[in-house]
């Protein structure tokens, strides 16, 4: 005799249109910029196949535990983070206040990153690209001075972009065309998440392929080009002396922690509008192991490219010199080739030493340049547009480069909004008669407003302090007390309960034992070296002034005391909330006590929240 | 024919030196403003020779780069309206999706009220509950009257 299922609370919940849908969600969320322009860099100097090793050791121990621990909270008790961590257990919804605030800062200068995406998608529809000439000063006589004196790449980023200014301190005025910029990218950012997951679902499926699709062609073309060979050996030469030293080991512990997005409240958000019963423990391990191998296959085509540009950086050199040599010893044309050059050097050198000496000759080596090291946005906007313009074709290359980077950015805004809009909608404080399309566009007119600061001259900079500050710290903290959290106030045994009822199975000694002891331990030897590695150094940013002596380096100057208060404010206002509303409950608590009608609450189960 | 031509005083370039004369005065224009005018129009002096700057040298004027060419409006903002169009031309399309979605779902429960109020004679009931709203409510299966083959003997 089989009983029935009972049929499911109608709880008007949103729900995935299929579980790809879902999975696809928490992979773009996951697979981002970093995956493109940190990965590789990390690779490249914490000597590259070497660097593997820590970074899967950190995956094993670190990142999937902790990414199975929010799948399964948000899928078991349906709510996003701020809900979800008071029902676990009031002293602990600080930690849900915590990521949505996280969530909220991030959101803001991520979207200002994608803006200078976008601006630089529109102008790749031009012949010539813009950055590729220099244009001409006041009076015509020759080249703008800055752009000579550095590239055009560098001019066109440092000023025809953001417009920067020298100096933190000095604001600047807004740039308008990055306004315009900035305005398209929260309306594309409030069209795809206007309904929450219903709209956001059918966006995925475009913005978290095509990256890989532009991936792939970039790979095929990359391994064409020449030199790509010297990057790609580079970059994978395994160098296991590096791994004696303990900052890489930080690296690729900080690395795999903010490329999974773990502690934004996201993943929990994504999965709370999962059915009850779904396996957790396969999603988990499946996300983990495609965020992985995206960042090596997105690194391929990224060191093809840069292998190339070291090398026509190389033969520019050498031609010069060997041009240079032509003309100051009347040789014929084709005497001296890229082959035969050190040999002719060395014999004129020895034979002529005063002259070649006078000519000052630039020494080319193919290490030094492909030692030129990059992360980040400098990669992206200065490196990769420079070797962009040395392809065949490079409209159709800029304009498939910046939708990748666009695409990319977008899933994870997707990730990050959810994580802002899903607790707002759950708290009794919003009424319900509020459609959803209004609160995310107050939501998304809101962050473009505070955005606007940005796109003031001194923006990069400050770009770099949210980057720096309240991206990094906050969301260690508020992952561990997530482990401990979970592990010693809800008790591993009660959660495996829970996730044995989700997926079927009990979680085996493996989660049993990073739950309990590897992931805590773990994540506070991260925290602490990391806050004594930033305590270390003094905090100074580079700042470019065409006015500096030594430009084009930059300059690199301190921050004034009222920038680093904010940088310690950024860092510690999430975390605070934590020690905040655990307080604030133990308070009523004592007040509540001396009340003799007063009946504690249950204690809460998975399973009862979903019969 | 090429053997019918001597070559003598062989040098490894082809090089010459020349002045340029005013055509009103009968004097050279000085060094100074024909390197300026050379560096002005380098590429046309090159495409006369048909040689580039790598394969003809003037003596100590460095090749420049010739004046980009800068269109009147700038391709950009052109770029940049058509996005801007496509993005608002979807939020109004879902926001009146929306809107029209909420006024149905309204529409019917108010529908569903006006049947309640009105004559509960002129509607089918079953129980003092009217037959509409017990297909719309949402029912519990009573497990022990469902229809289960089980339960029933096979023949």
Redesign the interface.
């Known amino acids: ?4 299922p009972e ?1 499911p609370k ?1 709880d008007g919940r949103p729900k995935w249109d299929n579980k790809f849908q879902y999975i696809l969600s928490c992979i773009g969320f996951a697979v981002g910029l970093g995956n493109v322009w940190r990965f590789p860099y990390l690779c490249q100097i914490h000597g590259g196949g070497a660097f593997l090793i820590p970074y899967f050791i950190a995956l094993l121990f670190e990142g999937i535990p902790l990414l199975h621990l929010e799948l399964a909270l948000g899928q078991c008790l349906r709510k996003g983070s701020i809900g979800a961590w008071n029902t676990i257990s009031p002293y602990l919804g600080g930690i849900g206040v915590g990521s949505w605030m996280v969530s909220l800062l991030i959101s803001l200068y991520y979207n200002t990153i994608l803006t200078w995406v ?2 630089y998608f ?2 790749s ?2 012949e ?1 690209l813009p950055w590729s ?4 000063n006041e009076n ?1 006589t ?2 703008n001075e800055e752009c000579y004196e550095s590239t055009s790449v560098n001019y066109f980023w440092y000023r025809k972009t953001l417009n920067i200014t020298p100096d933190v301190t000095e604001s600047g005025t807004l740039q308008w065309w990055l306004i ?2 900035l305005a ?1 990218c929260w ?2 950012v ?2 795809c998440t ?2 929450g997951i219903e ?1 956001t679902g059918k966006a995925i499926y475009v913005t978290a392929i095509f990256p890989y699709l532009v991936l792939t062609i970039f790979l095929i073309h990359g391994l064409t080009l020449p030199g790509a060979t010297d990057g790609l050996v580079y970059l994978f030469t395994p160098n296991l002396n590096t791994l004696k030293n303990p900052r890489v080991w930080l690296d690729a512990a900080t690395q795999i922690f903010f490329s999974l997005s773990l502690a934004f409240g996201g993943l929990i958000a994504f999965s709370s509008y999962n059915p009850p019963k779904n396996d957790c423990e396969k999603d988990a391990v499946t996300v983990a192991v495609v965020n992985s191998v995206t960042s090596l296959y997105a690194s391929i085509p990224v060191f093809s490219v840069l292998g190339f540009k070291a090398t026509t950086g190389y033969w520019d050199c050498l031609d010069r010199n060997i ?1 240079n040599i032509i ?1 100051e010893f ?4 084709e005497t001296i080739m890229r082959q035969n050059y050190t040999a002719w050097l060395s014999f004129l050198n020895s034979s002529y030493p005063e002259k070649i000496a006078g000519l000052k000759l630039k020494s080319c080596d193919l290490q030094e340049f492909l030692d030129q090291s990059v992360s980040g946005t400098g990669l992206a906007f200065i490196i990769f547009t420079q070797s962009i313009i040395l392809m065949p074709g490079s409209q159709a290359w800029a304009i498939l480069f910046f939708i990748m980077l666009f695409s990319l950015g977008l899933s994870s805004m997707f990730g990050m909004i959810e994580g802002v809009f899903t607790p707002l909608l759950e708290l009794r404080i919003i009424s319900k008669s509020i ?1 959803k ?1 209004l609160l995310s566009g107050i939501i998304c007119l809101m962050c473009f407003l505070i955005a606007l600061c940005f796109t003031l001259g001194s923006g990069s900079y400050w770009i770099d302090i949210f980057d720096s500050y309240s991206g990094s710290l906050a969301l260690l903290v508020i992952a561990f007390f997530e482990v401990i959290g979970v592990a010693y106030v809800y008790k591993v045994k009660r959660f495996s309960k829970d996730v044995k009822w989700m997926t079927g199975r009990k979680p085996n000694l493996y989660w049993q034992i990073t739950w309990r002891f590897i992931s805590p331990l773990l994540l506070l030897i991260v925290l602490v070296s990391f806050v004594t590695l930033q305590i270390q150094k003094a905090p100074s940013y580079a700042a470019w002034n065409p006015k500096y002596e030594g430009f084009p380096m930059k300059e690199e100057k301190v921050y004034p005391a009222w920038v680093l208060a904010i940088c310690v404010l950024l860092a510690v206002l999430p975390c605070v909330f934590i020690p905040l509303v655990a307080l604030f409950h133990l308070i009523k608590r004592m007040c509540r006590s001396k009340d003799p009608s007063f009946v504690p609450p249950e204690v809460f189960s998975c399973q009862e929240a979903n019969s | 024919r090429i053997s019918n031509v001597l070559l003598c005083n062989v040098t490894d370039r082809v090089s010459f030196w020349f002045v340029v004369t005013d055509p009103k005065n009968v004097t050279t224009v000085p060094g100074r403003e024909v390197e300026a005018a050379i560096r002005m129009s380098r590429s046309r002096i090159n495409s006369a020779f048909l040689l580039s700057d790598k394969t003809l040298q003037f003596l100590k004027i460095t090749s420049t780069l010739s004046p980009p060419v800068e269109p009147s409006t700038p391709v950009w903002l052109i770029v940049f309206g058509v996005v801007l169009c496509l993005i608002v031309a979807g939020i109004v399309f879902l926001i009146i999706a929306g809107i029209r979605q909420h006024k149905k779902k309204n529409k019917d429960s108010t529908e569903r009220e006006n049947l309640e109020e009105k004559g509960e004679a002129s509607v089918t009931a079953e129980n003092g509950i009217p037959c509409e709203t017990l297909d719309l409510k949402a029912g519990h299966i009573n497990g022990v009257f469902a229809a289960d083959d089980e339960r029933f003997t096979s023949l």
Request: glycine fraction near 2%; charge should be negative; aromatic fraction near 8%.
């Open positions: 005799l089989s009983v029935p049929t109608e976008m601006w529109i102008n529809f031009q010539p000439v220099c244009p001409l015509r020759g080249l315009l910029c398209a309306a594309i409030y069209l206007i309904r709209t041009i003309n009347d040789l014929p044309e459609p399309e």
